[in-house]
Antibody
């Protein structure tokens, strides 16, 4: 069964560092063409792509957050991690991990259920 | 960064209506565009990729077209399950970006 599941803290204080983990099953991030992204959605707002890591360990980031976020993977654990430094209340959002593959030519064919992160003091 | 603009932001329609949503890119993205459907409290669902290819399992009433900078998603006969928010997303070059969404609600 192919699944994605996000995990991490529900509440983070401003200026702290947020660490989110996406644990997946049913496929391998070592497969050629396989990529994993993080996408977020503030309450009532649009989706925002944040970062991508591919099977070759190449990494790409959204322009506005590239100084604050890092994406990494642990293929032995089937996990992808997003780290965001110096969080602010505007970072309050549901954070999704999503898969893209060579079959869908980059589009996200599989999503996790999302995890809501609130940034508040 | 290449910006994606969807129109309309909200669309009121009835069951059985033909519905069209437009997505425009600020510069050419060739045909590297996807469409997603999102229902409240749920993750997005892939409908269309590479501008016009229907994802497996998606009903054939959904179709899409376009290339370059202008794209459309069409629902040929709106069904009760189709009331949702729809997003376009480009993936021709990094950073990838989504449109701001089109909410399809009941007229």
């Amino acid at each position: 069964q192919v699944t994605l599941r996000e995990s991490g803290p529900a509440l983070v204080r401003p200026t702290q560092t947020l660490r989110l983990t996406c644990t997946f099953s049913g496929f391998s991030l070592t497969t050629n063409g396989m990529c994993m992204s993080w996408v977020r959605q503030p309450p009532g707002k649009a989706l925002e792509w944040l970062a991508l890591i591919d099977w070759a360990d190449d990494k790409f980031y959204t322009t506005s957050l590239k100084t604050r976020i890092t994406i990494s993977k642990d293929t032995s654990k089937n996990q992808v991690v997003l780290t965001m430094t110096n969080v602010d209340p505007v970072d309050t959002a549901t954070y999704y991990c999503a898969r893209s593959t060579s079959w869908t030519l980059g589009a996200f064919d599989l999503w996790g259920q999302g995890t809501l992160v609130t940034v508040s003091s | 960064d290449i910006q994606m603009t969807q129109s309309p932001s909200t669309l009121s329609a009835s069951v059985g209506d033909r519905v069209t949503i437009t997505c425009r890119a600020s510069q050419t993205i060739y045909n590297w565009l996807a469409w997603y459907q999102q229902k409240p409290g749920k993750a997005p669902k892939l409908l269309i990729y590479k501008a016009s290819i229907l994802e497996s399992g998606v009903p054939s009433r959904f179709s899409a077209s376009g290339s370059g900078t202008e794209f459309t998603l069409t629902i040929s006969s709106l069904q009760p399950d189709d009331f949702a928010t729809y997003y376009c997303q480009r993936y021709n070059s990094y950073p990838w970006t989504f449109g701001q969404g089109t909410k399809v609600d009941i007229k």
